[in-house]
């Protein structure tokens, strides 16, 4: 590795940075993002300004990293040093401020958003989501303002996926793929339009044949996240309790966000879920691991709050509930802490249970209902457990077509 390139480089986007108003907390974050980034590879070629291998070095580096090493962190800092070398953007990012607002356009979405809130039945953080991942195809579509439904082609869908997204990562596109595919039933429900083309897409995001089976943790891994947490503080024992809602009670990020002191039924021993995906409520047993890690938390360092939020914030906004972000945060630092190269993100845990399940021989039913799926078949999908029957159904993904 050439040091002295990489430590007049280093210097240059140091103060890159500074100009533009960066925070002295980021700035040694991104820092020591880049330098792990030369780390990777000889950095000659920047001598050379061959600027083509240095993005191409930049897309292995950042397919490299683990889920759980922060990241988003490495892609933006990597983002803004090829910016800082080569005065260009690393990927064309879409933006809504690039056309006229078209009033057409913002009224189908309104609609849109309708159909998929009162119909459809979807979560308000879907809804969003998927409604702006559709009205970037409208508006990118429809650049001179003559957007009608019944103008959408499948040449439409596949330039928004192959060129317009093509930085995403084909997760992502499986994802955009569906959203696209749930504006098209609208189409259909609403106009009577019909596109065959677009609805040949696959149902669901993966392709089971090929997809790799979800991450779980083993029941030694799960004990390692336990014990990452130090329950001699306030933090560990809060944080500690999250988690065991997570593991034990197979709960979204979302779910632990919204629970209350009054969904507990410490009577009965049951706990009521209602700031559900499905918008419907459950009801589950709290078993006693998890009861007395809440317990320790309500009895010993919640703070004194008229919040009726289960979970609340220590420092900033004192006693104010903890929204998903944090609720989410704590379990990847917990996993980061207990060294888990398998922990993707806190769903992990959802899987564990439902594979901890069907291993004892619980029923699908029962499973979905745990797990709060309106249907067996999305339960299914979601522990892809009976592989030979998923192989008869699994077609080919069309990005090998795009």
Known sequence: MNNVIDKDHIIGFKEYLVNNGYSKHIIPIYIRKIKRFFEYKDSAFLQKKDYLKLKQYMIEYVDEVPQISQKALVQAAIHLYYYFITGKYFLYRMSLKNYDLDLNIELEIQKFRKYLKELAGLCDSTIAST??????????????????????????????????????????KKTIIVRVR???????????????????????????????QPKYLTNIELERLFSSYDRKKSYGIRD?????????????????????????????GTITIKNTKTHSQRTLPLNSCTGKAIESYLLHCRPNTIERTLFVRYKNQKGQSMGTSQIRNTIRNAAIRARLDNFTGAHT???????????????????????????????????KLNFTQLQDVAGIWPEDRL
């Open 349 to 383: 845990l959802r899987h564990t249970v439902a594979k901890n399940m069907i291993n004892n021989g619980i029923g699908l039913k029962t499973i979905a209902d745990v797990l709060g799926h309106k249907s067996i078949e999305t339960t299914l999908i979601y522990t």
């Open 182 to 212: 749930n504006y098209i039933r609208y189409l259909e429900f609403s106009y009577g339009l019909k596109s065959e083309a677009i609805l040949k897409l696959p149902m669901t995001s993966p392709v089971w044949k090929r997809s790799s």
């Open 240 to 268: 500690y309790a999250i988690a065991r809602c997570l593991s034990d009670l197979a709960l979204r990020c979302s779910e632990v966000s919204g629970l209350s002191l009054d969904d507990f039924n410490w009577v009965e």
């Open 131 to 172: 409604s702006s991942t559709v009205k970037y195809l409208l508006y990118s579509s429809f650049p001179q303002k003559d957007f009608l439904p019944q103008k959408i082609l499948f040449s439409h869908v596949h330039i928004f996926i192959s060129k317009t997204l093509s930085h995403l990562s084909k997760e992502s």
